[in-house]
């Protein structure tokens, strides 16, 4: 299995663009978390979806933030419009429900300038 | 949500000596995980030790837990440069998700 994968894995976008990040989970699990993760406030869960159904999105920052999972196999997060505060790095992870420990991906490098 | 709390922030020890980390947690658990993060990587999963267990081994990783307390560690025996790296300890949510606290960065000297 190739993991948890991620694109891109850099992006460099100005400010008020539209940013979307994607992740493919690894075939099997059935439930996938989107984190961001900065110096100042660490590993932050964003949102995390159960068989593509989202559960839980009060971590999502605000309404310029949406996520979605059309399918088993694919969830993308979207930033619109970007602004310099969202530059961080990005992980998805994914788990089978019941078995324990995360897989994460190598994550997404926002720089919004 | 609980969040773990690792102690301490940093820590820079000999290659061959031992390394301890703390983790401190709020509310009650089901389970706590330990995870490394490497420079430029995501996090991987360690190991992980239930509510009702004290202590658990996997090869040099030795982890404690005292639901009294609501603390645990994370001991790393023998260490080597490889072990160099951040170290988050995660407590689970009743909603199944789980909280990492802001992690240990762990250097080992040559």
């Known amino acids: 299995d190739a993991g948890v994968i991620q694109s891109p894995r850099h992006e460099v976008t100005e400010m008020g663009q539209e940013v979307t990040l994607r992740c493919k989970p690894i075939?099997?699990?059935?439930?996938l978390f989107w984190y961001r993760q900065t110096m100042m406030r660490g590993l932050e869960l964003l949102i995390y979806f159960n068989n593509n159904v989202p559960i839980d999105d009060s971590g999502m920052p605000e309404d310029r933030f949406s996520a979605k999972m059309p399918n088993a196999s694919f969830s993308t997060l979207k930033i619109q419009p970007s602004e310099p505060r969202d530059s961080a790095v990005y992980f998805c992870?994914?788990?089978?429900?019941?078995?324990?420990?995360?897989?994460f991906g190598s994550g997404t490098r926002l720089t919004v300038v | 949500s609980q969040q773990g709390e690792e102690d301490p922030q940093a820590l820079s020890i000999q290659e061959g000596e031992n390394a301890t980390m703390n983790c401190s947690y709020k509310?009650?658990?089901?389970?706590l995980q330990w995870y490394r993060q490497n420079s430029g990587r995501g996090l991987v999963h360690l190991i992980l030790?239930?509510?009702?267990?004290r202590e658990k081994h996997s090869g040099r990783l030795r982890v404690t837990l005292d639901t009294s307390k609501k603390s645990s560690s994370l001991l790393i025996t023998a260490s080597r440069a490889a072990d160099t790296a951040s170290y988050f300890c995660a407590t689970d949510d009743r909603d199944d998700k789980i909280i990492f606290g802001k992690g240990t960065r762990l250097h080992i000297l040559p």
């Open positions: 509310t009650s658990i089901n389970n």
């Open positions: 992870a994914s788990r089978l429900t019941g078995v324990y420990g995360y897989t």
């Open positions: 075939s099997g699990h059935n439930s």
């Open positions: 030790i239930r509510s009702n267990e």
